[in-house]
C-alpha cells in the first residue's frame, strides 16, 4: 500500500513534486480528519412511557428497545416540547420552541397554504443537508401537506410515506388511496408519487430505512425515522398477532402491543442491519415518542397507552404528556448503560447532530447541544428551565419544581396553576401551591416572560381532535359543518 510519509518529495522528478505534496497533505488531513458520524433519528407516536421493558412494562417483551437503551444514555427527565404530534415534531425539527412561530395545533383546518411548520423556519435537514448530508424522512410527516410544505421542500432528498397525522398499517396495492388532513388511506408517497403497495407499514418503512442507508453508504447520511406506530388505527400485523397474550382480550389493547411488538422487532432489525454492514460505529441514534400514550377512550386516537408513574395523557401538560423515552446511543463515543438525570428536551437534538457532525449551530435556538453531557461526561443541567404552552394549557419546570395548569380532557376544565415537586411525587398527585405560594408566583412570572416571546396560534385545531381548541374555534367549525 502507498505511504506517502515513507517517500521523499525528491524521490519524484521536480514537475511532479507539487502533486506529490498535495497528495500526501490531502491523505494526512482525511486520516486526521474522520468521517462525521450519521444521524439516526427514530420517533415512535403515541408511545406510553410504561410499557417497554426499560421502564418496567411486562405486558409484551421489548428487548430491542430495552437494548438500544441500554446501548447509550437513557434521559429519565426526558421531554417533548408538545403534548401533540405536529407541534412537538415542529419542535424537534427546528431545534426552537413550536409557539415562538405559531405551530401550536395540528394542522388539519384552515388555508392549505398555510397550514405546516411556517416556510421561514429551517428544519434540522436544512442543515445537515448544508452541511453535507444525504437526507431522508420515512413514515409520519404532519408538517402540512401543499407542495410548498412538502419534505422536499424542507430540506429531505429523499422521501417516502404519508403526509398528514394518522395513516393505515395494512396496505394493499388495489386500495382506492384516501386524503384527509388528519387521516389518510393507502396514500404512501415516494417522494412526490404515489404508491401502490401490499404489505404493513412498519416493515416497509424499516425496509425502506435500510436501502436509505445502502443508498448512500459513500457519504453522511441523515435519517428521520418517524413511525406511526403505536398511533391508531389498532390494526395487527398477522406476522406479530400470535405473541400478543392471550391474556390480552381488550381488542384496543391487543391492537396496541401489536403494533408495539413490530415497532421492537423494527428496530431490532435496522441495528442489526448497522453492525452488520459496519456502521455503528458511526452512527448517532436518537429515539423518543412524539407524546405521551393516549390512555383515555374519550380522548382522539386512543390507544390505550400507559404513562404510569405520571399522571396525564397525550393533550396534556401534565407529565404524562410530555415526559417521553428518551435515548441517544453512539458507540464508541457515548458510554453504554448510563442513565442523565436532569431535564432535556428534544428540541436538544438539533444542536447536538450539528455540534457532532461539525456543522455551524445557528443562533436563537431554545435547544443546547448535548454532547458535554453526552460524550464528555459533564453533570451540569443543560437547562436553567423548560416551558411549555398548548392552548390554555401551561408548564414550567425548573429543577425538580414544575408549575402546571392543565385541562381536564372529560369536563373541559382548566385546573389553574398547581406547584409539584418531581423529586418526590412524580405522578402530580400533591398540590403545593398552598405551601409554596412565593416559589409558585416565581415560576408563573418566568412562564409568562417566556410567553412574550411567543406568536399568536397561526391556526386552531379540530375541535374533535384538539383538546384545548378555544371556544370560538369550535363554534366555527360546527358552523362551517
Known amino acids: 500500500m502507498f505511504t506517502p510519509e515513507l517517500v521523499s518529495p525528491g524521490f519524484f522528478p521536480p514537475v511532479f513534486r507539487s502533486v506529490f505534496l498535495l497528495l500526501a497533505t490531502t491523505l494526512t488531513l482525511s486520516a486526521a480528519t474522520p468521517r462525521p458520524p450519521n444521524v439516526l433519528v427514530i420517533v415512535a407516536d403515541d408511545l406510553g412511557y410504561a410499557d417497554i421493558g426499560v421502564h418496567g412494562g411486562r405486558v409484551v417483551s421489548t428487548p430491542h428497545l430495552d437494548a438500544l437503551a441500554a446501548a447509550g444514555v437513557r434521559f429519565t427527565n ?254 464508541g463515543r457515548i458510554p453504554a448503560g448510563r442513565t442523565f438525570d436532569s431535564p432535556v428536551i428534544t428540541l436538544d437534538l438539533l444542536p447536538t447532530a450539528l455540534a457532532a457532525a461539525g456543522a455551524p449551530v445557528p443562533a436563537g435556538l431554545d435547544g443546547v447541544s448535548l454532547l458535554p453531557q453526552l460524550t464528555a461526561g459533564s453533570t451540569a443541567a443543560p437547562h436553567d428551565a423548560l416551558y411549555w404552552r398548548f392552548g390554555p394549557q401551561r408548564a414550567v419546570r425548573r429543577g425538580h419544581w414544575k408549575l402546571v395548569d392543565w385541562r381536564d380532557m372529560e369536563a373541559k376544565t382548566s385546573s389553574g396553576w398547581q406547584l409539584y415537586d418531581l423529586s418526590s411525587d412524580p405522578g402530580e398527585s400533591r398540590d403545593l401551591s398552598a405551601q409554596q405560594p412565593a416559589l409558585a408566583r416565581e415560576l408563573a412570572a418566568a412562564w409568562e416572560k417566556w410567553n412574550a416571546q411567543n406568536a399568536a396560534p397561526l391556526w386552531h385545531g379540530s375541535p374533535n381532535e384538539d383538546p384545548t381548541a378555544p371556544a370560538a374555534a369550535t363554534k366555527a367549525a360546527k358552523k362551517k359543518k
Request: net charge neutral; glycine share 12%.
Open 78 to 331: 426526558g421531554y417533548v416540547s408538545a403534548p401533540y404530534c405536529s407541534p412537538s415534531r415542529a419542535g424537534f425539527l427546528t431545534g426552537r420552541y413550536q409557539t415562538r412561530f405559531g405551530h401550536e395545533f395540528n394542522p388539519h383546518v384552515g388555508e392549505e397554504a398555510k397550514l405546516g411548520l411556517p416556510l421561514d423556519q429551517r428544519t434540522i435537514a436544512d442543515h445537515l443537508r448544508a452541511a453535507g448530508y444525504a437526507t431522508g424522512l420515512i413514515g409520519k410527516w404532519h408538517q402540512g401537506f401543499s407542495p410548498q410544505h412538502h419534505p422536499q421542500s424542507r430540506g429531505f432528498d429523499d422521501y417516502f410515506g404519508f403526509l398528514v397525522g394518522g395513516h393505515n398499517y395494512l396496505l394493499h396495492h388495489d386500495a382506492t388511496p384516501q386524503f384527509g388532513s388528519a387521516h389518510s388511506h393507502d396514500l404512501i408517497y415516494r417522494n412526490r408519487e404515489v404508491q401502490k403497495l401490499d404489505g404493513f407499514a412498519t416493515t416497509l418503512f424499516t425496509d425502506e430505512a435500510i436501502a436509505f442507508t445502502e443508498r448512500h453508504a459513500a457519504k453522511p447520511w441523515f435519517l428521520y425515522l418517524a413511525y406511526n406506530a403505536v398511533h391508531t388505527p389498532l390494526e395487527i400485523d398477522p406476522a406479530v398477532a400470535a405473541r400478543v397474550p392471550a391474556s390480552v382480550t381488550d381488542p384496543a389493547r391487543r391492537g396496541y402491543l401489536a403494533l408495539l411488538l413490530g415497532l421492537d422487532d423494527a428496530i431490532g432489525r435496522l441495528r442489526a442491519h448497522l453492525e452488520k454492514t459496519g456502521r455503528t460505529q458511526d452512527t448517532l441514534i436518537f429515539f423518543f415518542s412524539d407524546n405521551g400514550g393516549s390512555g383515555r377512550k374519550p380522548f382522539f386516537a386512543y390507544n390505550t397507552g400507559v404513562n404510569t408513574p405520571f399522571r396525564g395523557d397525550k393533550g396534556q401538560t401534565l407529565e404524562g404528556g410530555i415526559r417521553v423515552p428518551f435515548f441517544a446511543v453512539w458507540p
